[in-house]
């Protein structure tokens, strides 16, 4: 069957280091997202790729990036990891775009101490 | 730019009852509009969605929405709740590739 899987799945790191979060996905789609869970706002796009050397931001990009060099992954980076992005991280991927139906990947929980 | 309300932000009802979750949204134009579950320690999956075709939207587990615009409002009903319904559900609405999520309604179930 296929997936979206994420790793790590929890990852505790320190303020200024840089952390990389890895999503795959077996669904072999075009677009693929990334947001962040917070509680009281909901998920908000970080970035978002429709297809290899693709890249967009979103609505919460600063201190973010994502490169994607082949249709299954898109890795989320954090060049210097603050305190603010403690949060519960999700990938998605669609086959035809946002508005398509998004498949999710089971989340990464990250904390910046 | 895009805004959801979700009224409230934890609904508890019986099993077997009807279920309502409510959900306002601000938009210039004519947007799409989304209610993804979320159950605990999983991703989201997709409920339903409008886009601009019938105003009555039936989705997956009995769910339906319906889309009115003179009230800016996008309600998910169900007819009978089931224990499995506990979940947090999530309206959306977008418009190009601006996606809004409102904070959540987390619905409890009892026996």
């Known amino acids: 069957d296929a997936e979206i899987t994420q790793s790590p799945r929890h990852k505790i790191t320190e303020t200024g280091r840089q952390v990389t979060l890895a999503c795959h996905q077996t669904w072999n789609h075009n677009n693929m997202f990334w947001y962040r869970q917070d509680l009281g706002h909901g998920l908000r796009l970080i970035h978002y790729s429709y297809g290899v050397q693709d890249t967009n931001k979103g609505e919460v990009s600063d201190g973010y990036s994502v490169s994607r060099s082949n249709t299954e992954d898109l890795p989320l980076t954090l060049e210097s990891a603050a305190s603010s992005q403690t949060s519960v991280y999700f990938c998605?991927?669609?086959?035809?775009?946002?508005?398509?139906?998004?498949?999710f990947g089971p989340g990464t929980r990250l904390t910046v101490l | 730019a895009q805004s959801v309300t979700q009224l409230d932000s934890h609904v508890s009802v019986s099993e077997g009852t009807p279920v309502l979750l409510r959900c306002n949204y601000s938009?210039?134009?004519?947007?799409?509009l989304f209610w993804y579950v979320q159950h605990p320690n999983k991703g989201l999956q997709l409920l339903l969605k409008?886009?601009?075709?019938?105003?009555l939207v039936k989705g997956i587990n009995g769910f339906e929405a319906e889309f009115k615009k003179s009230e800016t409002s996008f309600h998910l009903t169900k007819p009978s709740a089931h224990m499995s319904d506990a979940a947090e559900y999530f309206c959306v609405v977008m418009r190009g590739n601006d996606m809004r999520f409102g904070a959540g309604t987390r619905l409890t179930v009892k026996p």
């Open positions: 409008y886009t601009s075709a019938a105003t």
């Open positions: 938009s210039s134009y004519s947007p799409s």
């Open positions: 998605a991927s669609s086959d035809r775009g946002l508005a398509d139906t998004q498949y």
